[in-house]
């Protein structure tokens, strides 16, 4: 559902920061089905909306050091 998508992105993240076609393949194997890039934009933009996620040089990464420790071991 939407939460585990959420947490997926995240979980990426906490391994290195990633382009926007990473971050889909990503979530579309541990999905194991077709994400839309307009639902990908949504995802991204609430995780950017609400402080979890910046942008920087087309390459998403976590906001702050910690959520890596915590969605690490997620």
Do not use: C, T
């Amino acid at each position: 559902g939407e939460k585990r998508r959420y947490i997926l992105l995240l979980k990426a993240l906490s391994l290195r920061h990633m382009g926007w076609q990473e971050l889909l393949q990503f979530l579309q194997v541990e999905e194991k089905k077709r994400i839309s890039k307009s639902r990908l934009k949504a995802y991204l933009d609430a995780l950017m909306n609400h402080g979890f996620v910046v942008k920087k040089e087309e390459r998403y990464r976590l906001a702050d050091p910690l959520l890596a420790l915590l969605f690490g071991s997620a």
